[in-house]
């Protein structure tokens, strides 16, 4: 059990410091921004006193390394800053819209990890036949397909013909839907060729081939034996993909007018709010990062191996 | 004359690839009997493997293979009979203990659960009977305090114990025929004996016949009661294990002796037989071993036609080889001629 | 499985690095897909180059009285929002896709693989500095980072090729030092350090010309992430700005018409579909045809 602890302590360690440098990245970055920060907020009829001033509140002529730390000092209390364009508390204007996209990014992850080992599955249990081929072109379709085109291919298709589906907005349980089916898709793919790749890999090995000189069923070989060892490299790319997801949520909710931090994103830079800009790719890098550790998690439940030795 | 419980006629397996047939195993015939020891010897390559495996359909699903022939178990022809009888007779009737016990075990399942799943692909059991079998099995294979063993994981183990482990896989359903592919290759010799011995019990309570895969013939001197040697993917000799140990009838056979080390004699140096074996996909014409061969003497029938397999002097030695005749009195010279070219 | 000799009827047998272009090629050619894929790129870029001798409609040019039409004779694909020839605008919107992807991609190759191949074969703090950097840059996801460098670099085509090639320039990175460190301990290496010659020349010519093949593949195949990356922030507006025709930023202006007139964002984004598909197609076979041994 120590060595799971020690293991645990040491992603934590190096998920920080990875997010440490994530902080300073950003910091450095609103340095070498296209126009004032502080004009910005100031508004175009301020004067230069007033702009100086709110500089000075802002602390934006300090040093790199002092914004640095004010900005962790801040983070400690859970202050994001003030949003340039709103004046409201990055950290409220966030967190009120973060639910939508952790859904989203939730509800996508789980399609394109369903379908994608379903899919893979089957390919690699048809491996050489039609079956494969197709899946195979699926998968190169998917990663091809721009997430935003998709969107509007499906607004046209369920909300515009069939009229069965909402096309924007997050009123009902519905329109979650098209959203996350959109942002799947890419996923799916890349979790299918995976998913193929590593079932064919599993399937040769020699452990099944003693499950089935023992005479068991096929379905024990697949289901039981080779998508369980499968299951390690897999659950790697689900977790990677996450990352790619949140990217895509930003498109996708821009396409849905899905009321996420992901939209809030591009209004923010769009308006040069590099407060809020700065506090969601924060966010955005925390949320991939936990993943990851999470997933680094997950191995341990399916692999008794790094459960017992880390 | 008891009924054999395999008779393999005419075994044919070939590969397709892209860059050729591969003709692994070439029309290999021969019988295995009720409680005996089989041995099958021959170089890596020689189609040992293939033919057992194709008999039991285990050759992976995604290779293109064609096989021909005819191999009767208890009466049933297992080329011909659909997946799902096969896979009744595999684990139950046939069992295999495969070659690198290292690998063969997954990872993720408990000993104690996989030894039970051989149970259960062929027994209907309550969970709590069915420990009991498996600690019984587990037992029986020389493990000890085999309660404790269950729930172990076979990375917690040597190799040494999951072949034992596979051993009591293969025992589970009391087979009429258990198939050993090289149980020892990848074990220490200090415990090679040991798992002979283990394997020899197992034999034993099972009532089974074995089938005694290897290349290493100091274990075939010691388990088998017959052998047949293999080379190329063909059947080059058969007989008694005593019969062929004393006086082999090929020239082949003649090698593999001469290349034991003899203990305490003046062969210190081994001498191993001179040339390769051929390559799979293209077979030399005539008989395959005459390339190598130092009885050929460049007589052309060697290169034309390939010999049949054909008794010579008592009952049940047969010999694949146009000169069978000549090989006992020019063993000497041949002896002395392969010691010249090493 | 030592002694079995199951030979699996699959892959073609090809030796890494094989030398031989020209049976690398004879099996490209024979990959069905891979030849769709080079089809369509040919014809992409064949209609972006000839694009004045094939319409007569100039991209730029509006004509508000012939706005939304429906795709007719006239019009093979439609005319926007703005009167203008949709059919003309993609073609011409396909210098741009082509230009961002080859030159982002040649950038990331550029910047990422010198960068990889030091922190690989010197190992050491220098290895650790450059990993931290390419870990903080892969937990945004290239996209994002993309983002994150227009808000930085200001909108246009020049800041859109910027981001896209600096988005993948982190597994380009990771490529690249895979490749130094598998290399470094080929023996022949570690000869040619013993001979005295410098440990630059040693990198440069035995790692980089064994190495060439995968990042060839590598770059291939992220040529399609890039143009996703450079239309999408077309289609948010902070990529290549309107009027130019970069397929993005018209899948962007035809949204709001979805509604009435779906064809002014449905073909560019099928335009985009297609050049990504070609390029992944290619890719994958171009992989294949060079050294099946990359193959997932």
């Known amino acids: 059990m120590t060595g799971l602890l020690t293991y645990l302590v040491k992603r934590l360690v190096a998920s920080v410091v990875t997010l440490l440098g994530v902080v300073f990245v950003l910091v450095v970055a609103v340095q070498f921004l296209p126009g004032d920060p502080a004009r910005v907020i100031a508004g175009l009829r301020a004067t230069p006193e007033q702009v100086q001033r709110i500089r000075e509140e802002m602390g934006l002529d300090d040093s790199v390394f002092v914004q640095y730390w004010r900005f962790l000092e801040n983070l400690a209390h859970g202050n994001l800053g003030v949003s340039a364009r709103t004046g409201d508390s990055v950290a409220s204007e966030i967190w009120a819209r973060l639910p939508y996209t952790l859904e989203l990014a939730f509800f ?5 990890a369903v379908a994608g080992i379903t899919l893979g599955v089957v390919a ?12 195979s072109m699926i998968g190169v379709m998917g990663i091809s397909t721009p997430v935003y085109w998709l969107g509007i291919l499906l607004i046209m298709l369920f909300a515009v013909t069939l009229k069965v589906l909402p096309a924007s907005g997050a009123s009902t349980p519905q329109s979650l839907v098209l959203p996350s089916v959109t942002v799947g898709v890419f996923s ?18 020699d452990y099944v081939r003693t499950v089935r000189a023992k005479g068991a069923a096929e379905r024990l070989v697949i289901y039981k034996h080779a998508l369980r060892n499968a299951f390690v490299p897999i659950l790697t790319v689900i977790g990677l993909q996450f990352g790619t997801l949140l990217g895509g949520a930003v498109l996708t909710e821009t396409v849905f007018a899905w009321p996420g931090i992901g939209r809030l994103l591009v209004d923010s830079i769009s308006a040069r709010d590099f407060p809020m800009v700065q506090g969601i790719i924060f966010v955005f890098a925390a949320m991939f990062i936990v993943v990851n550790v999470v997933t680094d998690l997950l191995y341990t439940v399916v692999d008794p191996r790094v459960r017992l030795y880390g | 004359m008891t009924e054999p419980v395999l008779s393999i006629r005419d075994l044919s397996v070939s590969f397709r690839t892209h860059t050729g047939v591969v003709r692994a195993v070439d029309k290999v015939s021969f019988d295995v009997y009720p409680g005996e020891t089989l041995g099958v010897v021959g170089e ?20 293109r293979f064609d096989i021909s022939g005819q191999a009767l178990f208890k009466g049933r022809d297992l080329l011909q009979l659909p997946p799902k009888e096969l896979r009744e007779i595999r684990g139950r009737d046939i069992a295999l203990v495969p070659q690198d016990p290292m690998t063969c075990l997954d990872p993720l399942f408990t000993v104690g659960n996989q030894v039970g799943e051989a149970v259960r692909a062929h027994q209907r059991m309550p969970k709590r009977a069915l420990r009991r079998r498996v600690v019984e099995l587990l037992g029986l294979v020389g493990f000890p305090q085999p309660e404790r063993q269950y729930d172990r994981y076979p990375h917690q183990y040597s190799g040494g114990m999951r072949q034992r482990a596979m051993i009591a896989m293969g025992i589970a359903n009391d087979p009429s025929l258990i198939i050993a592919d090289e149980p020892t290759t990848a074990l220490d010799v200090t415990i090679q004996a040991q798992i002979m011995e283990v394997l020899k019990a197992a034999q034993r309570e099972a009532h089974a016949s074995l089938v005694l895969i290897t290349h290493d013939l100091g274990l075939i001197a010691e388990m088998a009661d017959r052998v047949v040697v293999m080379y190329a993917g063909h059947v080059v000799e058969a007989g008694r294990v005593e019969t062929i140990f004393q006086e082999p009838r090929h020239p082949y056979t003649l090698g593999l002796m001469g290349s034991l080390p003899q203990a305490g004699g003046n062969d210190r140096w081994l001498r191993p037989i001179p040339g390769t074996p051929p390559d799979p996909m293209r077979p030399p014409p005539g008989c395959p071993f005459h390339p190598r061969c130092l009885l050929a003497r460049g007589r052309g029938i060697c290169r034309t036609a390939l010999p049949a397999l054909e008794q010579i002097g008592m009952a049940d030695h047969l010999s694949a080889c146009h000169f069978r005749d000549e090989v006992a009195q020019e063993t000497p010279t041949l002896l002395s001629q392969a010691a010249e070219i090493t | 499985m030592a002694d079995l000799v199951v030979p699996e009827g699959d892959n073609a047998v090809a030796a890494p690095g094989d030398p031989s272009r020209l049976r690398g090629l004879r099996t490209l050619l024979r990959n069905k897909s891979a030849v769709i894929g080079i089809a369509i790129l040919l014809l992409f870029t064949f209609l972006a180059v000839a694009a004045p001798l094939l319409t007569p409609y100039d991209p730029a040019k509006q004509a508000l009285e012939s706005a939304f039409q429906r795709p007719s004779a006239a019009h093979p694909l439609g005319t926007d929002n703005l009167g203008r ?13 082509l230009m961002i992807g080859i030159l982002a991609v040649s950038l990331a190759t550029v910047v990422g693989v010198p960068l990889g191949l030091v922190s690989g074969y010197f190992g050491g703090w220098v290895d650790m500095v450059i990993q931290r950097v390419a870990d903080i840059m892969l937990s945004f996801n290239p996209f994002l980072l993309a983002l994150l460098l227009v808000a930085v670099l200001g909108v246009g085509l020049q800041s859109v090729i910027i981001a896209a090639g600096i988005g993948v320039v982190p597994q380009f990175i990771r490529l690249a030092r895979g490749q130094a460190l598998a290399v470094r301990e080929e023996i022949y290496v570690q000869a040619a350090d013993s001979f005295g010659a410098s ?34 922030l077309g289609f948010l507006g902070l990529g290549v700005q309107p009027p ?25 984004g099928l335009a985009i579909f297609l050049v990504v598909l070609g390029f992944n197609l290619a890719g994958d076979g171009l992989r294949d045809a060079l050294d099946p041994s990359l193959r997932a």
């Open chain 3, 199 to 232: 440990r630059a020349s040693i990198l440069w010519r035995h790692i980089a010309r064994n190495s060439l093949t995968p990042i060839v593949v590598f770059a291939t195949l992220n040529i399609g992430l890039t143009i996703l990356i450079a239309a999408g």
């Open chain 1, 124 to 135: 690699a249990i048809h491996k050489d036949k039609w079956t494969d081929s197709i899946v």
């Open chain 3, 85 to 97: 020839d949709i059919l003309a605008r993609i073609m011409y919107g396909g210098r741009y896709t």
């Open chain 2, 44 to 63: 890596s390559g020689s189609g040992k493997s293939v033919t057992m495996l194709s008999l039991l359909g285990l050759i992976p699903p995604t290779a």
């Open chain 1, 188 to 205: 799916m793919a890349i979790v299918a060729r995976m998913t193929r790749s590593t079932m064919i890999e599993e399937l040769g090995q």
């Open chain 1, 108 to 112: 996508g992850t789980l399609i394109g």
């Open chain 3, 244 to 268: 130019a025709s970069e397929w993005g930023t018209m899948l962007g202006e035809g949204r709001e018409y979805i509604f009435y007139a779906a064809y002014t964002s449905a073909f560019p």
